[in-house]
């Protein structure tokens, strides 16, 4: 009932604030040298468990990262110039602490952060109608979309669309890494039902081994990169790197106009 009472009086960037800070004040009895946050550089005796089917040390108590955020985060700054000043970067559903390191160094203009929820991004945008210029963009950041849109190939082409030649999208998704083909069936409409067969509420889909096949478009070279097997035993073990089934990195670069 209390929950219902929040939800009808607070507005969702109120209600976003309030879990926020309760989650920080929960990490005050998870302290410990267990696990490290390199998106926010807290460490904790471990993290909390996160999921449909609960993880355990899944999600950050300080900053809300899962383990695709902190493989993300660790990615971009090792292998990406998405950090340095004078880069383009388009981010959909951007997450919180990679929002916030990117806007430390971008310049004005140069960091679209988009949603469709108002309350998640600073530009209302539909990853199907992108309304930027062609070739805008050096980076284009979505992890964890793809799943979420019913046209989905109109999507990618949208993002490809505006990116420079040259340029590099990074996408991740859920994936069941046992499944060839990717599951879809338009019968399954109901948050009940989508749960039961792809796990999550408001998945329209779950992608299996062939969806760097459905990221494929003529002038796009595509690389699956597990980039936690790239870590050292040690560092996946104190950032909490996951399983591979959320955290895998689609790199599809723009080759030509």
């Not at 990262?65 to 700054?77: A, C, D, K, N």
């Not at 309350?119 to 199907?128: F, H, K, Q, R, S």
Request: charged share 25%.
């Amino acid at each position: 009932m209390i929950r219902q009472l929040i939800r009808t009086l607070l507005p969702e960037r109120q209600r976003i604030a309030l879990l926020m800070m309760k989650l920080r004040l929960r990490s005050l009895t998870l302290r410990g040298k267990g696990v490290t946050c390199n998106c926010c550089g807290r460490s904790f005796r471990k993290f909390l468990p996160y999921g449909n089917i609960p993880r355990a040390n899944a999600l950050c108590p300080w900053c809300h990262s899962l383990e695709r955020t902190r493989v993300l985060m660790i990615f971009l700054e090792r292998e990406t110039r998405v950090f340095e000043p004078g880069t383009r970067i388009l981010h959909f559903a951007p997450e919180a602490p990679i929002l916030r390191r990117i806007k430390r160094s971008a310049r004005p203009g140069d960091y679209v952060a988009a949603d469709l929820n108002p309350a998640l991004g600073e530009a209302v945008i539909d990853m199907t109608r992108i309304p930027l210029p062609d070739a805008s963009f050096d980076y284009l950041l979505c992890s964890h979309v793809l799943g979420h849109i019913p046209h989905e190939a109109r999507a990618i082409d949208e993002m490809y669309r505006v990116l420079k030649t040259g340029g590099q999208a990074l996408v991740m998704t859920d994936m069941d890494l046992n499944n060839p083909q990717t599951l879809e069936d338009q019968s399954v409409t109901t948050p009940a039902e989508r749960l039961a067969r792809y796990g999550e509420r408001d998945l329209v889909r779950l992608h299996g081994r062939d969806f760097a096949t459905r990221l494929s478009r003529p002038g796009i070279t595509i690389e699956e990169i597990d980039y936690a097997r790239q870590l050292t035993p040690e560092e996946r073990q104190i950032m909490s790197t996951g399983n591979g089934e959320r955290e895998l990195i689609f790199r599809c670069t723009r080759i030509q106009p």
